[in-house]
């Protein structure tokens, strides 16, 4: 009988040895008090854009949505608003204010220039920190804006060439 074989054997049998001797060590080292965390959940916002929404409301077609997500560290809320049919956008704000009354702009979400023609799709920033806030909210970290949020107080406004104080708005509310 060769010796190569039976080499391959043993070598084979020898870390069968080792990787059940390390599963067993694995093993041995859990116990039953060991509790395991699930992940924070993310924390959702969402809006719905409209003409009738705003105030004195607008007679637009254009429609839109805004959704938001807080990474788990708190301090990125992640930002992705579609539109369809606006045509040129001047800006886009986080405004405070409950809903059917008019605030101050705390954030920017879409930078001049004007996005010139119709729009139809994801317009504005991609994501907003503490550093992007301004008015009330200038110097103060992204949870300010956040606790608003959550309190209803805060609503997205679309502003355009023809409605300049703005075209499409929608409150922000905590998704469940």
């Known amino acids: 009988m060769s010796t190569r074989p039976r080499l391959r054997r043993i070598a084979r049998s020898l870390?069968?040895?080792a990787g059940a001797v390390l599963v067993g060590a694995a093993l041995a080292n859990c116990s039953d008090d060991e509790t395991v965390v699930a992940p924070t959940?993310?924390?959702k916002?969402?809006?719905t854009l409209?003409?009738?929404e705003e105030n004195p409301p607008v007679t637009t077609?254009?429609?839109g949505t805004s959704e938001f997500?807080?990474?788990r560290t708190n301090d990125t809320l992640f930002v992705n608003i579609t539109?369809?049919?606006l045509s040129n956008v001047r800006f886009g704000h986080f405004h405070t204010g409950a809903r059917g009354a008019n605030g101050a702009v705390v954030s920017t979400l879409v930078d001049p220039p004007t996005l010139v023609g119709a729009q139809n799709g994801r317009v504005g920033k991609q994501f907003i920190t503490a550093s992007n806030l301004s008015g009330a909210l200038a110097?103060?970290?992204l949870t300010a804006l956040i606790d608003q949020m959550r309190a209803g107080g805060i609503y997205v406004n679309l502003h355009t060439d023809a409605n300049a104080g703005g075209e499409l708005r929608g409150q922000v509310a905590l998704v469940p």
């Open 15 to 17: 870390v069968s040895l």
């Open 41 to 43: 959940p993310l924390v």
């Open 45 to 47: 916002f969402r809006a």
């Open 50 to 52: 409209s003409g009738a």
């Open 61 to 63: 077609t254009a429609t």
């Open 69 to 71: 997500t807080l990474s």
């Open 83 to 85: 539109v369809n049919g």
């Open 139 to 141: 110097g103060q970290p």
